[in-house]
């Protein structure tokens, strides 16, 4: 499967749905649109997923763990099967949500390659992290509790390989009120433009609140540097979106 070839129902959740209707939440209905939900909400995810391929082809050692952690249907996980050019490797794909892990499952036994994959359903809380010379959190840390995002940080660092890539894709929100209000505003000028009503953007806003939580590209460096990744930088950025790039 290619980020082409993937199934693209129509993301119509918040049309109809009741603004009162709850928290945001990853099950089945998600999963089912999930792919054109990610494209028409998230700017730059399409080349989120193009740099991950490009850096397997580039970091990804012999021998070696791949973790996908948060990995929905997969896409990053694909990217980086398709790009893994060195013997003996592994991918392991994590998602809480069952929904998701059934159609993720079902998108890698589509796949054709010799890289391993497992698609398990766990917190990334709880699993163990070891031998990986790549590690990709697409838009996932976002979701776990503030307080959190340290440990989870540096058992990530912990248990990758010297030379090794993470790719942290996440929302910010920028220091600035005024920048931060901009940058909201042109966002969903970018959901507008991919034909979300305004309803349906304030719905999902109000169904987020406490479900994503943004914080500032400052913490997210200063949070590797601490966990003891050697490098750090943004490489993407388009609006109130990134994705950083850590080497250990
Ligand atoms: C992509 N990476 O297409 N443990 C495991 N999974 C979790 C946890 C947790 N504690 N919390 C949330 N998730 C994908 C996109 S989506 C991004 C990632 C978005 C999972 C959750 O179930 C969902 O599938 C994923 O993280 C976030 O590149 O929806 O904006």
Redesign the pocket.
Request: with cysteine; glycine share 2%.
């Given at each position: 499967m290619s980020r082409n070839d993937q199934k693209m129902s129509k993301d119509e959740i918040f049309k109809d749905t009741d603004a009162e209707a709850g928290s945001f939440e990853?099950n089945k209905t998600v999963a089912d649109v999930?792919p054109d939900?990610?494209r028409r909400?998230?700017p730059g995810?399409d080349a989120?997923?193009d740099a991950i391929g490009a850096l397997a082809a580039r970091y990804v050692q012999p021998g070696t763990r791949c973790y996908?952690?948060?990995?929905?249907?997969g896409?990053?996980t694909i990217a980086m099967r398709r790009n893994i050019s060195v013997p003996d490797c592994e991918i392991h794909a994590?998602?809480?949500?069952p929904a998701?892990v059934q159609r993720c499952r079902s998108e890698v036994e589509k796949l054709e390659g010799t890289t391993p994959v497992s698609v398990s359903l766990?917190?990334?809380?709880d699993i163990d992290i070891n031998h990986a010379s790549m590690v990709?959190?697409?838009?996932?840390l976002?979701?776990?509790p503030v307080a959190e995002r340290v440990s989870i940080i540096s058992r990530i660092r912990e248990g990758m390989t010297e030379g090794g890539v993470f790719v942290l894709?996440e929302k910010v929100a920028d220091e600035d009120p005024a920048v931060e209000a901009l940058l909201i505003d042109l966002h969903h000028e970018f959901k507008r433009s991919n034909a979300y009503t305004d309803l349906e953007i304030s719905r999902k806003r109000t169904a987020l609140e406490n479900v994503?939580i943004p914080e500032t590209i400052a913490t997210h460096l200063e949070r590797l540097s601490e966990a003891g990744f050697a490098h750090s930088g943004v490489w993407l950025k388009h609006f109130n979106f990134v994705s950083i790039v850590a080497i250990r």
């Open positions: 990853f999930f939900m990610l909400s998230i995810y989120s997923i996908d952690l948060g990995c929905s249907l896409a990053a994590v998602d809480l949500a998701m766990a917190d990334i809380r990709v959190m697409n838009y996932t976002q979701f776990l894709s994503l």
